[in-house]
């Protein structure tokens, strides 16, 4: 089975895709992928899905939101599998019971660096599950 240690994560927000990668250079043993293109992020994931451990996606997105993403990632059996964190600045329950039901889990998007630590953790714990 390969090693999986690769993490992306697609938001259109650059301060918070630098503030990610900041937080993850922390965990030697994982590579964080950005990306701020959709059509970029889904090129990756394919020709990566042996690596990748768990994708990271934003909720508002301008073209299609986090969870739509999630859907596309989960109508391909190749995807499926990949374990997927939707960040949003606000969790309604509609929107994490929709996240649940596909098997992904919904998380604030931390605002402060400590509090981007601390979310990083529990990230991580996602990958770990699946090493």
Not at 56 to 66: A, S
Not at 98 to 125: C, F, H, N, Y
Request: charged share 20%.
């Amino acid at each position: 089975m390969p090693n999986r240690t690769h993490i992306v994560y697609l938001d259109d927000d650059r301060d918070d895709l630098e503030v990610m990668s900041m937080t993850f250079a922390e965990y030697a043993e994982y590579e964080l992928t950005t990306f701020t293109l959709p059509s970029l992020f889904w090129s990756f994931i394919k020709a990566n899905v042996d690596q990748i451990c768990l994708v990271i996606l934003d909720f508002n997105m301008p073209l299609k939101t986090g969870l739509e993403v999630f859907q596309d990632m989960q109508a391909d059996l190749a995807l499926s599998a990949i374990p997927v964190v939707v960040y949003t600045t606000t969790v309604s329950p509609v929107h994490a019971d929709a996240i649940s039901s596909l098997g992904g889990v919904a998380m604030q998007k931390p605002t402060s660096l400590d509090e981007v630590r601390r979310a990083s953790r529990v990230i991580i714990r996602f990958c770990r599950g699946n090493d």
